[in-house]
């Protein structure tokens, strides 16, 4: 059932949506030392223009050896701060999804008609799901949201611009140029990588063909991890690098927000990954770095409800990522450079891949039901997909060992087998490879399938007495590397030398 009249209520009471701005916090807490701690400033105001809630998130970076806080340009530290409160913000309007939202833009940032559209295009594409979810389907990108924005005078607001814990450094606006557009800064940056660890296989294999590529091997490349978990330390350990050697980011949400999750407001899927896109901006800049590179394939251009635009890996899609380097070079730095090194990759050439990667078979993670316990849950779509990918690989029992059970023998797992098969013409909201994939895992299958008694793999049975089973996949699924991409030609060159190397198209 839709919610289309909670969100016509909640519109009218809560009209505004008011991002007043940041501060930084001072850099050591009990025995912990922070680069950077920075809380937000969201607050909603209702009907008779009275402040309804305030929330007030907060990001903490614990101190590395590694930074160098001093060396990022002032204006530029405000600038990344602030972009990260432009991410930030969409997770808390969807609880109210007030019609206007006001900017307290501070100087030296540009949020002229161009930004503004960037990120009304971002919001609205990585809030997709959650329109779809709740019913709104009459809601356009047009109509959503207002965004007016609100200059803010140097030394005004939450933040006087100065970065906490630097002498000397004091809040300047930065001039147009021919070459670059307002708000944007250069920065000298080293030409090392850095790569976000997930938990999950994807990253896994981008750190480990850069590190096998790279001239200067892992010890060039910094894993960056976001709210750290077993998994993700896991991983960083099985690639050589202890918990101090990672660059470290804790984001903390306000828990006013799950407050009124429960309380029946609205809810649903935000961009995530465009979030940690910039956060890793953050990092790049204090650890002088150029490169980020991204661990996201081509199959997650593939729309989850097919014939519109409604992905559940919107911010994980090449249109994103292509649309975040320009906005970045445009309005932020044209020094950095992000982009996903497993783009010209499908799901099944990664788990190709990773099959070969045994050592990190023990800890790697990807079901996001089971993260907070750091265990694959064997029973959401996530699970189920990932067994089928590896399934032509690894042999059953690998995949057992693994995922803690036979999931091919759980037949109450058979609708979500439909959703990705694509009998169910909506895939699962999950980060899941194309339905073409999948039936090209499955339909290597058959031998296993034929060979064993009835009842031993009763989702195999039924997937092959379906009419899905009988379309034609071709190898090309996988086989190659895709188009579009944004790889520098060296990286792209080391990609295509390992996988060459490791024979992963033979």
């Known amino acids: 059932m839709g919610k289309q009249d909670l969100y016509a209520r909640l519109r009218a009471k809560y009209p505004l949506f008011v991002y007043e701005g940041y501060e930084e916090l001072p850099l050591a807490e009990a025995s912990v030392s922070y680069s950077a701690r920075v809380r937000y400033r969201f607050v909603v105001y209702d ?93 356009t990108q047009a109509d959503f949201m207002t965004v007016k924005v609100k200059a803010v005078a140097d030394g005004a607001g939450l933040d006087s611009g100065v970065k906490a814990g630097r002498t000397g450094a004091t809040p300047r606006a930065v001039q147009a140029t021919p070459d670059v557009t307002y708000g944007a800064e250069e920065m000298s940056l080293s030409p090392r990588v850095i790569v976000p660890i997930g938990g999950g296989k994807d990253s896994v294999v981008t750190w480990e063909v850069l590190s096998r590529t790279r001239a200067e091997g892992a010890d060039g490349l910094l894993p960056l991890v976001l709210n750290p978990r077993g998994a993700t330390l896991g991983c960083c350990a099985v690639g050589g690098k202890a918990e101090e050697d990672i660059a470290v980011l804790n984001r903390r949400l306000d828990p006013l927000l799950l407050e009124l999750n429960a309380a029946g407001f609205l809810n649903g899927h935000t961009p995530f990954s465009a979030l940690l896109a910039f956060a890793t901006l953050v990092a790049a800049a204090l650890t002088g770095r150029r490169y980020i590179a991204l661990s996201n394939e081509s199959s997650a251009n593939e729309s989850t409800v097919p014939g519109g635009t409604v992905n559940h890996q919107y911010s994980k899609s090449f249109e994103f990522e ?132 009835p009842g031993v793999y009763p989702l195999l049975e039924a997937y092959f007495a379906s009419d899905v089973s009988r379309r034609p996949v071709s190898d090309k699924v996988w086989r190659g590397l895709f188009e579009p991409h944004a790889l520098p030609p060296e990286f792209l060159a080391g990609l295509e030398t390992y996988l060459r190397e490791a024979h992963i198209f033979d």
């Open 47 to 139: 009907a008779d223009g009275r402040e309804a809630f305030v929330f007030r998130p907060e990001w903490r970076i614990p101190s590395r050896p590694f930074y160098a806080a001093e060396a990022v340009p002032s204006a530029l530290w405000r600038n990344l701060l602030f972009q990260l409160g432009m991410a930030e913000l969409v997770s808390y309007w969807k609880a109210t999804a007030s019609p206007v939202v006001e900017i307290r833009c501070p100087a030296g940032v540009c949020l002229d008609d161009t930004v503004v559209a960037f990120w009304k295009k971002l919001y609205f594409n990585g809030l997709g799901e959650y329109f779809y979810l709740n019913g709104l389907h009459e809601v």
């Open 322 to 453: 292509d649309d975040f380097r320009q906005y970045v070079a445009r309005y932020v730095s044209p020094s950095f450079y992000y982009f996903s090194f497993l783009r010209p990759l499908s799901e099944l050439a990664i788990a190709r891949v990773f099959s070969e990667l045994k050592p990190y078979h023990a800890v790697f993670k990807s079901c996001n039901a089971g993260s907070k316990q750091d265990v694959w849950c064997g029973h959401c779509a996530k699970c189920l997909f990932a067994y089928i990918i590896f399934s032509p690989f690894l042999p059953q029992a690998g995949l057992e060992r693994v995922f803690g059970r036979n999931l091919f023998a759980d037949a109450g797992m058979l609708p979500l087998l439909k959703e990705l098969d694509g009998e169910t013409p909506v895939k699962p909201f999950e980060c899941v490879g194309t339905v073409a994939e999948v039936n090209w895992a499955l339909q290597q299958l058959r031998p296993l399938a034929e060979s064993a008694a």
